[in-house]
């Protein structure tokens, strides 16, 4: 339970304030030190709070007699207690939570071991004539001090709220405890007062003493405690061993059966004269009377006499006193009230409570209204017809729904308590959503920590053994948090705001089944993404969308990502987007999601989108303006002819806007903020430098290029200068001026060939794909002019690209330490330009010594099959690129994922087949079938127009 504040300020001693101080001053007695002995004097000086005396007299005498040592040790730790509650309700404030709660546990620590002596002192002295007195003492330690403040008001709780397991355990042991040795006094002192009549025993103790222990001690604080302590055991379950146990020689009327036991018990506090006689006593103070009084009054509610019981409890709250007795009492009022079926007034006074100057703005004793409360429903809910009831029952539980929503600390112990107090085997399904809903959460957790203890033991290096018996614990709470969630969640009662904590948990849960399986990762996210979409409105949801999408995205990361991770992925990001779209969650993924989603699946305009909603004050908001700003441009070059202009503005716009609006940003921007505002507005002016390209403003791209090296001659932005430098050899190329274009590359390989051939390969990559894709929209434009242009594009990219790649392989070629394999990579480059420069016979002359050498090779057998389909003739068809595409299907159809290679001999397979009109009728059924079998995505672009097409032209 946390340590709440009214734990350390000890109102429960503030109750008997004159019981517990003004019988034990003893003035007179102590007035005449001449006539005391030394445990007289330590337990007095202890008793007062004199530490400073108390610590002079242990240090400058020696006392002979081991009960005075005993007694000092009692003293010195009740004084350290009180000493360290007293600084954590005055400093409390300054300490840390660590501190604070050390505080605590050495103030806990003190009261136990006073109380170990208190018993030791008990047991090992039982022929000294002082004993009555230590028990008695040692009772007020217990109902005043131990269980109010080591364990939080455990008397309290268990009378009138709910208790932990620790609690009732210390409030059961320590009340059968006190019980016994307050009736072991009650004969001890009766015994002394035998005692009186032999000269040589009454000697020992003067007038003033004698009258101080009888009519005082044993007469009032005794009988108190005694009472106390017998209406305290009386609370206890029938079911409590303490009822069959046998009567022993200090407590000779004890009766072994709870009824009669129970009832002997209660007479101790409802027929005790003594008792009586303070409690109609006109002069006893308001501090005496009340705990008396409410004492009676509740033992009489307890006999089952509630109109006798309100009596002496409207007796006990008229001083309208504010002390944790009155509190009780008023507790008592509202269950006599309830017990005289008088529902309205009992509920009513006990909301009332909350108001209470003990209560207000105590989160303890806050606990401590509401458990009181939810009994007093429960109690009046299984009264009612059963049609009635569960309703009822659901409702009782609604105070702690709303403590929690004011005190969410509680939650996690207001759930323990409610499992610890469910008995065994109880039927979760009968009982109101709540109840499992805390169980369930109890379990998850307990599984979760558990579950993670065996992670950090695993990354430490544990051996196996270790680990797996950690996991052997955690398993089977987290399958109980399972079982218990699912059950819960299908229920038709279950409201919104349970059904989702019971599905964050269930998610929480399944995913610690076993953290390395991806089958469980998606089956969580799947749980988690089905709440947030559900159920949007509720609290739980933002946390569970954002947990599904980090679940998920080391996974999708992975390639090929595991078996339905990329679905849920896709599902997961869109309820994020669609309901969570404002939040920081949604904020957080959408670099990523534009990046690694969108953006490689060609959706350049639903990434632009995306990223637009990235607010400014997001750690990678320039990253997201410069990679928006790319997607703006693809979805230019990528739309229809008609789309085109509208797009082609809105990307020259927002390359203008993020140009000015890092300008704006530098201003007074830090080192690190600088270095990415610079970082976008150098892509954004590379981006304008495209545009003009395409617009065919060729020096408007050479200005913006002019003084790009040194405006970005920050290290750190050395791509941007790489980008820059292909950008200048691509205006010449776009320009016609291809020398040059080669010309410039040439140089720049002289002068930086490590950065030149970077750049290099780049640009050539990328004029491969403008000459494909230039080629493909000019097989179906039927503008003459646009195609020709288009065609014309082509061919001049094809020829920088011979060069480009020749310079590279001459390159290459003069590297001795170059690798085989990188060497060849640049081969293939070169014949794969010659190729699409038309030049296939140089290709295949090329080709051939690589081909002998690496007849199996995958990539050499593709540029060899695309020289031969490049050259079109019916020979070069069947008898060179044919046979080995189809060789690269047979030899690449295990492989997953499918390469691009396999996607590439496929289609062109299929393209042989229409150029050559053979084989037709089966091409529609096989696209189909590698849809179906193998990936519904055919490989992606540029294959699957191409295979959709074709299945569409031969299907029957």
Not at 343 to 372: G, K, W
Not at 412 to 425: A, D, S, T, V
Not at 670 to 688: E, I, K, N, W
Not at 813 to 837: C, I, S, W
């Amino acid at each position: 339970m946390p340590r709440l504040t009214r734990s350390l300020r000890m109102s429960a001693s503030g109750a008997l304030s004159l019981v517990a101080i003004g019988l034990l001053t003893a003035t007179p007695a102590m007035a005449q030190v001449s006539r005391l002995d030394p445990s007289q004097l330590i337990d007095g000086l202890g008793k007062q709070g004199m530490s400073e005396l108390l610590i002079h007299l242990a240090d400058t005498e020696k006392f002979d007699d081991p009960v005075v040592n005993v007694q000092i040790r009692i003293a010195q730790e009740r004084i350290r207690f009180r000493t360290l509650l007293d600084k954590v309700r005055t400093q409390g404030a300054s300490l840390s939570p660590e501190e604070r709660q050390q505080v605590i546990n050495d103030a806990t620590t003190a009261i136990n071991n006073a109380l170990t002596d208190f018993r030791k002192m008990v047991k090992d002295f039982h022929d000294r004539p002082r004993r009555p007195v230590w028990q008695t003492d040692m009772a007020e330690m217990v109902f005043l001090e131990y269980l109010p403040a080591a364990h939080q008001l455990a008397a309290m709780f268990y009378e009138f709220g709910v208790t932990d397991h620790e609690q009732a355990t210390a409030f059961r042991d320590t009340a059968i405890d006190a019980l016994e040795q307050l009736e072991s006094a009650n004969i001890g002192f009766f015994n002394f007062q035998g005692k009186l009549s032999q000269k040589d025993f009454a000697e020992r103790f003067d007038d003033v003493e004698v009258k101080r222990l009888i009519d005082e001690y044993w007469r009032v604080k005794t009988q108190f405690f005694l009472a106390t302590a017998a209406y305290a055991v009386a609370l206890l379950p029938d079911n409590d061993p303490y009822w069959t146990k046998p009567a022993e020689l200090e407590s000779p009327d004890k009766k072994t059966n709870a009824r009669d036991e129970r009832a002997r018990l209660l007479a101790l506090v409802t027929k005790n004269p003594d008792i009586e006689k303070i409690a109609t006593d006109a002069n006893a103070g308001n501090d005496v009377k009340v705990p008396m009084l409410s004492l009676i009054g509740r033992a009489l509610l307890l006999e089952g006499k509630p109109q006798q019981a309100m009596e002496s409890l409207e007796s006990a709250t008229g001083a309208a006193s504010i002390t944790l007795e009155d509190l009780k009492a008023q507790m008592g009022k509202a269950r006599a009230f309830l017990a005289m079926d008088r529902f309205n007034e009992s509920i009513e006074l006990a909301r009332s409570l909350y108001q209470h100057t003990t209560v207000a703005n105590d989160s303890l004793m806050n606990l401590l209204v509401t458990d009181f409360v939810h009994r007093l429903l429960l109690t009046h809910a299984q009264a009612l017809p059963e049609d009635q009831r569960a309703q009822a029952t659901a409702e009782a539980y609604q105070p702690y729904l709303d403590l929690i929503e004011k005190s969410p600390d509680l939650k996690g112990f207001i759930y323990k308590r409610w499992k610890e107090n469910l008995p065994p085997g109880a039927d979760l399904t009968k009982l109101p959503p709540i109840v499992p809903m805390a169980v369930g959460d109890l379990e998850c957790t307990d599984g979760r920590n558990l579950m993670v203890e065996a992670i950090n033991l695993a990354q430490g290096g544990a051996d196996e053994a270790t680990i797996n018996a950690k996991r052997d614990e955690a398993l089977p709470h987290i399958q109980r948090a399972i079982e218990v969630n699912e059950k819960l969640i299908a229920r038709p009662d279950c409201p919104e705001g349970v059904k989702a904590t019971a599905m964050f948990n269930l998610g929480v849960a399944t995913y610690f089944l076993d953290v390395t399986n991806p089958t469980y990762t998606v089956q969580a996210a799947k749980v988690l993404t089905q709440l947030a979409d559900s159920l949007p409105a509720q609290k739980k949801s933002e946390d569970a969308i954002k947990y599904a999408e980090a679940l998920l995205r080391p996974l999708n990361e992975m390639s090929p990502p595991p078996q339905g991770v990329a679905e849920q992925y896709q599902a997961t990001a869109k309820v994020m987007f669609d309901k969570f779209s404002s939040s920081s969650v949604a904020d957080d993924a959408r670099l990523y999601y534009a990046a690694k989603i969108l953006e490689p699946t060609g959706r350049y305009a639903e990434a632009a989108a995306v990223l637009e909603k990235l607010p400014f004050s997001h750690p990678f908001y320039w990253e997201a303006r410069r990679f928006r700003l790319d997607c703006l441009y693809q979805a230019f070059k990528h739309t229809d002819a008609a789309d085109a202009p509208e797009a082609l503005r809105v990307a020259k716009e927002e390359a203008a806007k993020v140009v000015a609006d890092a300008d704006a940003a530098l201003q007074g921007a830090g080192a690190d903020q600088t270095q990415r505002v610079m970082d976008a507005r150098g892509s954004a002016q590379l981006v304008q430098v495209d545009i003009a390209i395409d617009e065919g403003e060729f020096k408007t791209a050479q200005d913006l290029l002019k003084d790009f090296d040194t405006t970005y001659n920050d290290p750190a932005l050395v791509q941007l200068v790489r980008q820059a430098q292909e950008k200048r050899i691509r205006v010449f190329i776009a320009s016609g001026q291809i020398d040059e274009a080669v010309k410039v590359a040439d140089r720049l390989m002289k002068q930086a060939p490590d950065v030149a051939v970077n750049v290099m390969n780049l640009l050539v990559d990328r004029l491969f794909e403008e000459v494909e894709d230039n080629r493909r929209k000019a097989l179906v434009e039927l503008r003459p002019a646009v195609k020709d242009k288009l065609l014309k594009d082509a061919a001049a990219r094809t020829g920088a690209c011979v060069k480009l790649a020749t310079l590279l392989r001459d390159w290459s070629l003069t590297r001795p330490d170059m690798q085989e394999g990188e060497r060849l990579a640049y081969e293939l480059l070169y014949t794969k330009a010659l190729t699409l420069d038309g030049q296939a016979d140089l290709a295949l002359a090329a080709l051939k010594p690589l081909v002998e050498k690496f007849p199996n090779d995958p990539d050499i057998m593709t540029q060899t099959a695309e020289a031969y389909f490049a050259k079109g003739d019916a020979d070069s068809l069947l008898k060179g690129a044919g046979p080995l595409f189809n060789k690269l299907i047979t030899g690449l159809q295990n492989d997953t994922p499918k390469s691009p290679l396999y996607w590439n001999a496929w289609m062109r397979w299929f393209q042989i087949c229409e150029k050559l009109n053979q084989n037709t009728q089966d091409i529609s059924f096989r696209v189909q079938q590698l849809k179906s079998v193998v990936d519904p995505n055919l490989g992606g672009e540029p294959y699957k127009s191409e295979l959709e097409r074709l299945a569409l032209r031969y299907a029957k």
